[in-house]
């Protein structure tokens, strides 16, 4: 228990007590009150917050699943050497910074961007796609930054199925289509529903992307939060939003555990 103690008092120290403090003012502080949470359930502008960054979590994850799973499928397939290069090439966007990121997309999607004036040079277009600014412009920074997490949550499931249950069902006679569809698609559903899990954890949480490359209409739950820290000074209600996103987490959090105790789709742990 010694060895453990340093360790369990700066967690305590930097996150326990913090953690506590922002609950004791999201419920009034000093004067204990439920208004915050009311206002967040009744008000029009928070609940669109909530139903916004739940939205653009799901829209953001299901888009990393389906980029995701084949470049995963892929990189099983390669021998381990060529899988080494592969994977480094995967994680080269974790070597930037993610406000290095979200600037690069207003190059690339900006009205004068990189896809605008190919568009304009190659069809004659005039004007430009909306693709800055707005709901598209989040989503595609988000999937982009959560890609990896999904790749390696499903390859690490992938790498876990024996090549023999493969060859046995082509002995058997079976497609290419069904041995995926019947045999290694079912056997990776623990690492899809952990990347699934994951991304959508993260994406709850994200700040600079939807700051930087969303409009007035999709704002995120983090956004609202520094909002009132820096603008309204209004802590109590900050707190508050921040209590709601830690639950909402929270939840996801749950859902990992039980897939990982391989008890989300009933099975015994």
């Known amino acids: 228990m010694r060895f453990i103690a340093p360790a369990l008092v700066l967690l305590v120290a930097a996150f326990l007590l913090p953690l506590l403090y922002v609950v004791y003012l999201s419920f009034g502080g000093s004067s204990p009150s439920l208004e915050k949470y009311a206002a967040i359930a009744t008000e029009p ?27 995963a499928y892929h990189l099983e397939a390669q021998p381990p050497r060529r899988r080494t290069v592969l994977m480094i090439l995967v994680l080269m966007p974790f070597w930037t910074s993610i406000l290095v990121k979200s600037f690069a997309f207003t190059v690339i999607l900006g009205k004068s961007g990189i896809i605008n004036s190919f568009l304009q040079w190659a069809t004659g277009m005039e004007g430009h796609l909306p693709m800055l600014f707005n709901r598209f412009g989040v989503v595609v920074g988000m999937t982009h930054f ?19 249950l493969r060859r ?26 952990a990347g699934i899990l994951i991304c959508m954890i993260m994406s709850m949480a994200m700040f600079i992307t939807p700051a930087l490359l969303g409009g007035r209409g999709d704002l995120m739950i983090s956004n609202l939060v520094e909002f009132h ?41």
């Open 45 to 71: 502008l928070y609940r669109q917050v909530l139903l916004n960054s739940v939205y653009i979590s799901v829209v953001s994850t299901g888009l990393t699943l389906l980029l995701g799973y084949p470049i």
């Open 146 to 164: 959560l890609l990896p997490f999904m790749v390696f949550t499903v390859l690490a499931s992938l790498l876990t199925q024996g090549p023999e």
């Open 168 to 193: 046995a069902a082509n002995v058997m006679g079976a497609t290419r289509l069904t041995i995926f569809w019947r045999i290694i698609f079912p056997l990776s559903l623990p690492g899809v529903m």
């Open 229 to 269: 820290v820096r603008d309204t000074l209004d802590w109590e209600m900050a707190s508050a939003l921040a209590v709601c996103l830690l639950a909402i987490t929270g939840v996801f959090c749950i859902g990992i555990a039980r897939v990982r105790g391989g008890q989300l789709f009933g099975e015994e742990g």
